[in-house]
């Protein structure tokens, strides 16, 4: 599993290190701050799930998040969270971290 941070929010500013998480992605949970123009080309094989969250309205709780992350990444796929920004300033980047460390999966972070 890898945490990314997108940083800023333009395209052109991701990380070489995120868009290679992302090009070797099975799966990409991603939030509404990140850059999603340019996902299907950075992400071509990976299915894309909308997780992000409005003031007042979370379409996919934090728990769901967590649990479909541990899902896809228990059956052996690569998972990518990404996130606007930086995973760990305003956002739950700390606890979707320790959800993997609670049951053992890998989880490596690419800060924004």
């Keep these: 599993m890898t945490l990314v941070g997108a940083g800023p929010g333009a395209a052109d500013l991701m990380t070489v290190r995120a868009v290679r998480a992302l090009q070797s992605a099975d799966v990409v949970f991603y939030d509404r701050l990140a850059p999603t123009d340019a996902l299907r080309e950075w992400a071509p094989q ?34 990518v969270r990404l996130k606007g920004g930086d995973p760990f300033v305003f956002g739950r980047g700390c606890e979707e971290v320790a959800a993997c460390r609670e049951v053992s999966v890998p989880v490596t972070v690419v800060p924004g």
Aim: aromatic share 2%; charged share 20%; glycine share 8%.
């Design 46 to 79: 990976a299915r894309l799930f909308d997780v992000g969250k409005r003031p007042g309205h979370h379409r996919v709780t934090q728990e769901n998040i967590h649990s479909m992350m541990l899902s896809s990444a228990s059956t052996g796929q690569h998972v």
